[in-house]
């Protein structure tokens, strides 16, 4: 759980307290830190499949120690963005948006790559791999504790940047990374049960799982490999990277969203409090169920959520569709938290956990740089979002469907 609250600075969460205050001393475009942040958040996607592969092969405490070390030093380049964007403008006589630019990119890439992407993969393949019968349990208590805190951390970042100024309060949270949060690595991370020479959840009382919901691990260890060659394996990295989509391009244009019908940004951003209320405890009941029952119940809710979430936006003018998107909304976002920890090793087992799940991780990462950039391209042709929740409702509709009829046909 610390693992991954490590991670906001490189969450949109934590990205988008400090988006303004890019753009007012960088002297850059919203378009332009948009474009910016879709760039690194796509190069970091294409990179993370080989820190799931090394955290196969190095374990949990190296991988995060190098991940935690590298994210302080990527915020603490956009910490100085400006000093070290004004000394290469002179030095080199390059245009100054062109050299923001080029260190944007390689700020929001670093900071992705390492923080969204190697300390979440990280973390959750611990609890993945320390859990079996009780896994579920574990991801639930894992996504209060997570949920909570990624909802309430725009808040102290936001009195970070008051006190301290924005740079400064990049250098503070590099200096967290390094003197507090690196120590716990070293000291608590470890692979699996086995690097300790314990057994799986010693000392717990045996909890036989039901042969008849299969909810257990996979029998059969399959490698990335083989998973590619399953049709289910796409259409359910095509559900989680359209979240992923759907739900950054959400949190980075919710002012916007909101401003289309009438509301100010106090009254858009007040929606998360309910929608992190609705999120934990969809997220605790599914992770408790997904114990005893099949994972293909509980991704026909995921698909419903998405359909929902979706059409919310197309009717977000009404208090039906208010309601439909806080509902919807927080289901999907619960339920989005603990498939991506319990679904790999369901499928396809814990020996392969770091590069099936870094290669999924990847998809989800690319549809989180496309999303915002898609909502602002469709915004500006057609002046409304309502279309997008139009799409979005055809879209997740057609896969929702496939997966059904693959799921059925795939009993097991």
């Known amino acids: 759980s610390l693992g991954v609250l490590a991670s906001i600075p490189g969450q949109t969460m934590g990205v988008s307290v400090f988006t303004d205050h890019f753009i007012e001393h960088l002297k850059i475009s919203r378009v332009s830190i948009s474009s910016a942040y879709m760039a690194g958040t796509l190069i970091s996607s294409f990179m993370i499949p080989f820190a799931g592969s090394f955290y196969d092969k190095r374990g949990a405490r190296i991988t995060a120690s190098i991940a935690a070390i590298a994210l302080a030093l990527f915020l603490s380049l956009l910490g100085f963005s400006k000093p070290i964007s004004n000394f290469l403008t002179s030095l080199l006589l390059l245009p100054p948006t062109l050299v923001v630019m080029t260190l944007m990119i390689i700020g929001f890439f670093g900071i992705r790559f390492f923080g969204q992407g190697v300390l979440t993969i990280v973390s959750r393949g611990m609890v993945a791999r320390w859990f079996t019968t009780r896994r579920g349990l574990a991801v639930g208590l894992m996504g209060i504790v997570t949920s909570f805190g990624f909802s309430y951390a725009p808040q102290p970042l936001q009195s970070l940047i008051s006190y301290f100024g924005y740079a400064n309060a990049l250098l503070f949270l590099a200096f967290i990374l390094v003197g507090v949060f690196v120590p716990i690595v070293l000291l608590f991370f470890r692979s699996n049960p086995a690097s300790c020479n314990i057994e799986m959840e010693r000392g717990l009382k045996v ?13 059969v260890e399959k490698n990335i490999r083989e998973a590619k060659k399953e049709g289910i394996f796409w259409i359910i990295l095509i559900l989680m990277g359209y979240w992923g989509l759907f739900n950054t391009a959400f949190t980075f244009h919710v ?27 969809s997220r605790f009941i599914a992770s408790f169920v997904s114990d005893k029952v099949h994972i293909r119940y509980i991704y026909y809710v995921f698909s419903l959520a998405l359909i929902g979430a ?19 909304f927080g289901i999907a976002s619960g339920l989005f938290g603990m ?9 396809y087992g ?16 690319a549809g989180s740089a496309i999303g915002p950039w898609l909502f602002s391209i469709i915004f500006k042709f057609t002046d409304s979002y309502r279309s997008l929740g139009l799409l979005g409702v055809i879209f997740t509709l057609c896969i929702a469907l496939l997966f059904l009829v693959v799921s059925l046909r795939k009993r097991d």
């Open 207 to 219: 909890k036989p799982t039901s042969s008849t919901h299969n909810s257990g691990d996979a029998a």
């Open 255 to 281: 002012v916007s969203i909101f401003n289309e019908v009438g509301t100010d940004a106090l009254g858009a951003v007040k929606i998360f409090l309910p929608i992190s209320i609705i999120s934990v405890t």
């Open 310 to 328: 979706s059409f919310s936006i197309f009717l977000l003018f009404t208090t039906f569709g208010y309601v439909l998107l806080m509902i919807s």
């Open 339 to 347: 498939l991506n920890i319990i679904t790999w090793p369901k499928l």
């Open 350 to 365: 814990k020996k392969h956990l770091g590069a099936i799940s870094g290669f999924a991780m990847s998809i989800i990462v």
